[in-house]
């Protein structure tokens, strides 16, 4: 079964950076398509950057320029480097495959917290 597990959230002042970190077990094939997602308070779950294959990225306009999401798939990790954060990146952040978006199936997500 997949397991993914989230990490490196934190409290950054506006202009600030965090690299958040995407630890995943289970089959390598389930991981072709990684994304990261965020859920503000009182808002519905977005998605924020989408990676597949190891260069074909995507992003939400809301953190292009801003946002750089890669992977390291030898160690099955995917990785999100946010920089020039906003107060409205405020959110709890997930990583998650396709499938566990479908299936509804999500980590506990890491907290960030933009506030001067």
């Known amino acids: 079964q997949v397991q993914l597990v989230e990490s490196g959230g934190g409290l950054v002042q506006p202009g600030g950076s965090l690299r958040l970190s995407c630890a995943a077990s289970?089959?390598?094939?389930?991981?072709?398509?990684m994304g990261w997602y965020r859920q503000a308070p009182g808002k519905e779950r977005e998605s924020v950057a989408s990676?597949?294959?190891?260069?074909?990225?995507n992003y939400a306009d809301s953190v292009k320029g801003r946002f750089t999401i890669s992977r390291d798939s030898a160690r099955k990790m995917v990785y999100l480097q946010m920089n020039s954060l906003k107060l409205e990146d405020t959110a709890v952040y997930y990583c998650?495959?396709?499938?566990?978006?479908?299936?509804?199936?999500w980590g506990q997500g890491t907290q960030v917290t933009v506030s001067s």
């Open positions: 998650n495959t396709p499938t566990g978006v479908r299936l509804n199936r």
């Open positions: 289970g089959s390598i094939l389930s991981f072709n398509v």
């Open positions: 990676i597949a294959g190891s260069s074909r990225t």
